[in-house]
């Protein structure tokens, strides 16, 4: 059974800072994996969806890596903003299920 | 805008009642799934149906059912809820292949009394 984890599970940092959020996945047999952003009381924003056979993916500000032989991904956020502060969450794609981390919850201080 | 469309938003049942929890999608995508979200627990899967005509059971199914009504529609029925149920659920879909992963919708918070 696939399981995701996410550490750290709650992050505090001051505005500017550049950050990683880590995610790791016990069955490397998954076609992809997604980063999504959920504020409070909303749903699961999808950020950034990484294939299988890639490495990394980026958009804006940020960028997702992914080693599937080691089960881990990142998420590294650059130059971090008050509006970033969000709960960002993991999920491992293994076909006809998505299975989620534990989520970071990250709060950007000005 | 496309995307996925949950109802109702909010909903409160006292124990033992029942309800049908809407979705919809236009986008197209073959492959629609439940979700449950609970503090401690994260996310996880009830139901889904890889495509039109076909569900089966995800990690928490028991109190629950679905019917894909046709390929936009998914909906999840609560026969007889029970405080456990209490819950944020949410509803996604795929197309599966596409390599464009899942869209969620803006969930339905369930309180059961």
């Known amino acids: 059974k696939q399981e995701v984890t996410q550490i750290p599970a709650a992050l505090s940092v001051p505005e500017g800072e550049n950050l990683v959020l880590n995610c790791s996945f016990t069955?490397?047999?998954?076609?992809?994996l997604q980063w999504f952003r959920q504020d409070p009381g909303k749903g699961l924003t999808s950020l950034l969806l990484?294939?299988?056979?890639?490495r990394e993916q980026t958009s804006g500000r940020l960028n997702a890596s992914l080693d599937k032989s080691s089960g881990r991904s990142t998420l590294y956020i650059a130059a971090s903003q008050p509006g970033d502060s969000a709960t960002y969450l993991c999920a491992a794609n293994a076909g006809n299920m998505l299975t989620f981390g534990g989520g970071t919850r990250l709060m950007v201080k000005p | 805008n496309a995307g996925v469309t949950q109802t109702p938003k909010f909903q409160v049942l006292k124990t033992g009642q029942s309800m049908t929890l809407q979705c919809a999608q236009d986008?197209?995508?073959?492959?629609m799934y439940w979700y449950r979200q609970d503090p401690g627990m994260g996310l996880r899967l009830i139901y889904y149906s890889a495509s039109e005509g076909t569900t089966d059971k995800g990690e928490v199914p028991n109190g629950y059912n679905v019917s894909r009504l046709n390929k936009r529609e998914f909906s999840l029925r609560l026969e007889s809820a029970a405080p456990s149920q209490t819950s944020v659920y949410f509803c996604?879909?795929?197309?599966?292949?596409?390599?464009?992963?899942?869209?969620f919708g803006s969930g339905t918070r369930l309180t059961v009394v």
């Open positions: 069955d490397s047999a998954i076609y992809n």
């Open positions: 996604a879909s795929e197309l599966q292949g596409a390599g464009y992963g899942y869209t």
């Open positions: 986008m197209n995508h073959n492959s």
């Open positions: 990484i294939q299988s056979s890639q």
